[in-house]
């Protein structure tokens, strides 16, 4: 089977083929909106040496919601090209580690927080202040703490970036397949302001 994995929830974005169980190809670049281009310029060189996929992983966050939904319109993009399955996962449990917390700055004071084992979230993710993330943390003493930005109030965390390699790993695992809608991983209802009349 071939997997193709696209991973563009944090800053740094990543593409990986697998063919046969084994990871062919891994590619990373900037994923902010200086370098958009990029990720489809990894894409086409990608698609032009391993040919069309049979899975597509996409990695629905949380974290950029511009770049998980532009990794998830590219999936429905190439899924309708070629036929392939999709599945989409949470990126937070594509760190390259058995066992670990993630946090991430989920804007307006609050932070969210995420166990994860074995790429299966057994806890989170949730929101929470930084006290009550610190509190969460404090729990899992022993594990390593991992964030995809620079978060200086937790002086434990680990700059990490979630893996389109482990995304396919993970997504060759499954059993099932993702028919209803992909949505990136949502922490909050949307902040929506009417116009004034």
Request: glycine fraction near 8%; include cysteine.
């Amino acid at each position: 089977m071939k997997v193709l994995a696209l991973e563009l929830s944090s800053p740094r974005g990543s593409i990986a083929f697998r063919e046969a169980g084994k990871t062919c190809i891994v590619r990373e670049f900037p994923a902010d909106r200086k370098h958009s281009g990029l990720f489809y310029e990894n894409l086409s060189a990608l698609h032009e040496s391993c040919g069309a996929p049979d899975l597509i992983a996409v990695g629905l966050g949380p974290g950029s919601y511009a770049g998980s939904r532009i990794a998830i319109a590219t999936a429905l993009g190439l899924k309708a090209a070629s036929g392939a399955a999709i599945v989409g996962l949470p990126s937070i449990c594509a760190f390259d580690c058995a066992e670990y917390c993630a946090i991430g700055d989920a804007r307006r004071n609050s932070f969210f927080f995420a166990h994860v084992i074995d790429g299966h979230c057994v806890e989170g993710p949730s929101l929470g202040t930084t006290t009550e993330v610190q509190a969460k943390l404090d729990e899992w003493p022993q594990l390593p703490v991992l964030a995809s930005q620079p978060l200086p109030q937790f002086q434990n965390a680990t700059l990490a970036y979630p893996s389109a390699m482990v995304l396919a790993e993970l997504a060759e695992k499954l059993d099932s397949r993702t028919e209803e809608p992909l949505e990136p991983i949502y922490l909050r209802e949307p902040y929506i302001t009417t116009p004034n009349k």
